[in-house]
């Protein structure tokens, strides 16, 4: 936040019902505050029903940008005059920006993932790597991976309401990328210890191993695992899941979501204030 707020204070929104757990208000306004910059970020209980007027409103009132969360993120881009590449294979906006009236919609959740892989000096361009998940962070990481240079994804997920989204995914990559997508049923655990063995990067991008998962996991044991195995999550609470405990157990590098959380976060800053987030000042704060 702004150290002191001024008639030259601009405005932020976080835009999502519920939201009011939510750690990003803390988090840019933090980072903007570091900074010194003229800016107050804040929180507002909108749902589908009066994203409309939240969206006219924040044109009026000249905001300079928002982010987006559930249930907007897919319902956004009606409202909005651009998207970004990935917001558009996405069919998700976590971000808008404001140019002077003109609304464009992009989604960092995949860019955030990817920085954190960057962050922790992890490239994953022109390697294979096995992702579980099909709901809004799976999506996110796979196009994102697929649009910086991934050579193949297998994607797996259980067939659930989202395997429709999976199939979907699997279609907008492999017709709009380089990249080779595959999809397969999570209970073809064979396939899943074959795919996991032929890749350099294993994630999970669903919310396994986090409450009301807490604890579990759909690997059945270590062997599907190799120490130069990479194994990363999108949870970061608990810190360290099931998953990432068996997998440091072997020897893997492991990483948890809480890098992905500040990477968007940065990314969406950036898009707004032309400068990352202070990076190391961040991480101190945020404890990673
Ligand atoms: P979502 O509801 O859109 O998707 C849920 C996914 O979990 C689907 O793929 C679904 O099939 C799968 N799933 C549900 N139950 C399962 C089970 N029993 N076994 C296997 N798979 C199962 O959720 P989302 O928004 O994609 O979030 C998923 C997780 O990612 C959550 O834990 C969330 O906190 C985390 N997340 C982290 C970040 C970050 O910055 N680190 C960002 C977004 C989401």
Excluded at 66 to 87: C, E, G, I, R
Excluded at 94 to 111: E, K, R, S, W
Excluded at 169 to 190: E, F, G, H, M
Excluded at 245 to 258: F, I, P, Q, R, V
Aim: aromatic share 8%; proline share 3%; net charge negative.
């Amino acid at each position: 936040m702004a150290q002191k707020i001024t008639g030259y204070t601009e405005l932020i929104g976080l835009l999502a019902y519920p939201i009011r757990h939510s750690s990003s208000p803390a988090m840019q306004n933090e980072a903007l505050s570091k900074l010194g910059l003229d800016y107050a970020y804040l929180a507002f209980e909108v749902d589908n029903d009066s994203l409309e007027d939240a969206i006219k409103g924040l044109r009026a009132l000249k905001l300079k940008g928002a982010n987006v969360s559930m249930p907007n993120k897919t319902v956004v881009h009606k409202y909005l005059d651009n998207l970004s590449p990935a917001a558009k294979l996405c069919g998700a906006v976590n971000t808008i920006v404001n140019d002077d009236g003109v609304l464009t919609g992009h989604i960092t959740d995949g860019i955030g993932y990817m920085e954190s892989l960057r962050d922790n000096q992890i490239n994953i361009k022109g390697k294979k790597i096995t992702v579980v998940g099909a709901g809004g962070a799976a999506t996110a990481i796979q196009i994102q991976a697929a649009l910086d240079g991934v050579k193949e994804i297998s994607i797996f997920n259980i067939k659930d309401k989202f395997w429709d989204n999976a199939e979907e995914t699997v279609r907008k990559i492999n017709q709009n990328t380089d990249c080779t997508a595959n999809l397969y049923d999570l209970a073809d655990l064979s396939k899943l210890k074959a795919e996991i063995e032929d890749s350099y990067l294993f994630a999970n991008a669903t919310g396994m191993g986090m409450k009301p998962l807490e604890g579990q996991t759909y690997i059945p044991d270590k062997s599907f695992f190799r120490p130069d195995l990479i194994v990363t999550d999108v949870v970061y609470y608990p810190r360290e899941t099931a998953l990432l405990k068996m997998a440091k157990e072997t020897g893997c590098k492991t990483m948890n979501g809480l890098g992905m959380m500040l990477f968007q976060g940065s990314a969406a800053f950036e898009l707004w204030m032309g400068q990352p987030m202070p990076i190391e000042h961040m991480k101190k704060v945020l404890e990673i």
